[in-house]
């Protein structure tokens, strides 16, 4: 998880808000560099310098690890080198190859599963005499908490008095907009890059209800519920499984 790195206090619309400034996540991975003698090593090493090099950007870095039930899981995290080339704290095995730790840092720090793609799901309002409320049911499979990104549209007519709920959390994100038909709104509920848009633009401070809370999925199983006036409104969700551990 992310170390704080430190604080300072912020005004946005006239409230007092803390920003919070956090390290990146840094872990060691061991690296088997082969050679029978010492100039082979220095070789290999040489060789792998460019591609450590942090002017390259990050790089996937994949372990595979074998269950109990004996199927095979890879899950991948975006990371880049840090330090550790330098041979600090080299060991060998039986063969001399040398094992080298090298550090990396991810700003995005949680474990993906390969070629993870995100969940989606998507229904109608339930209409009750113009009011369509429906409760589903989403599972985040991973070990953290996710955030996803919610779509909600009118397709015939327009929709009003959204709700957004996670019943599991007991958090509602309300909506003020009216959304016409043939319009689609779009919400980013993750702390790092919340937004509300509407067909791409930003409108956020006049379509969230000020007492709205914008939720997360918590690993397991989530309920949630979705209410507006409307026949013909829609809402989509979409998530992704993420991991503190590989």
Known sequence: SYELKGRRQINVDGESVDEVIAQPRTFAVPILVK?????????????LAPLLNPDQGDCRIIVSRTLANGNTRQREIVARYVSGYEGIAIKRDSQRNAIVPLVFRAYYPWWRDIGAVE?????????????????VAAVNEGDVRTWPKIGVWGAATSIQNVELANLTTGQTIRLVQVIEAGHVLSIDSDPATQSVLLDNFNIYSSTVDPFSDFWPLEPGLNWLMFRGLGANGFFSLRWEHRYNTC
């Open 35 to 47: 050679g029978a003698t010492q100039a082979a090593i220095d070789t290999a090493m040489a060789d």
């Open 119 to 135: 969940r989606f799901h998507s229904e109608q309002f339930l209409d009750a005499i113009g009011a369509g409320v429906n409760v």
